[in-house]
């Protein structure tokens, strides 16, 4: 069994909450993210990344009176066998991960691509990044009321 890694990196996918007015605009991003690569034709979702969905699930639920958006993101590289078919079972495995966490089936998007080349990390060496999540609230009647809840941590500050 080929020993799975994650390298991980917080990704700046970014959840707008905003509330205009006649003079101002209030603004925050809310959002829990995480991606990561996988040995090359493995669709295992490695220990580490279960436990940093998991943990960003628990932060997600101290949201107050919102229900969690689960979008995944799942690639295939152009270099492993069936990248299709790797894409389709690293977004179903991601998938049924968050089902058993208790996000609600209606609300998991599902994101599946061909990676064509690798990212550049942020140290510079390259990456595939075949899988991530993004967490995002789903508010009734808007989210600028979670931009100034002390039980939320935005992603980036009010703009006012």
């Not at 295939?76 to 089936?105: C, D, F, H, M, T």
């Not at 789903?138 to 100034?148: E, F, S, V, Y």
């Amino acid at each position: 069994m080929a020993k799975l890694m994650l390298r991980g990196t917080i990704r700046a996918t970014l959840f707008l909450c905003a509330m205009w007015s006649a003079v101002t605009a209030n603004a925050c991003t809310i959002s829990e993210d995480m991606e990561g690569s996988l040995p090359l034709n493995s669709v295992e979702i490695p220990n580490s990344a279960r436990l940093r969905i998991a943990d960003m699930v628990l932060t997600a639920r101290q949201w107050p009176d919102v229900d969690i958006r689960g979008i995944v993101y799942a690639g295939g590289y152009v270099k492993e066998r069936n990248p299709n078919a790797l894409a389709g079972q690293r977004a179903s495995a991601i998938e049924s991960y968050l089902l058993q966490l208790g996000i609600k089936e209606g609300n998991i998007w599902l994101n599946k691509r061909i990676i064509r080349k690798p990212d550049a990390a942020d140290d510079g060496s390259q990456t595939l990044n075949q899988i991530g999540v993004t967490l995002v609230p789903i508010c009734r009647g808007g989210c600028d009321r979670l931009c100034d809840d002390p039980r939320v941590t935005p992603m980036s500050r009010a703009i006012k």
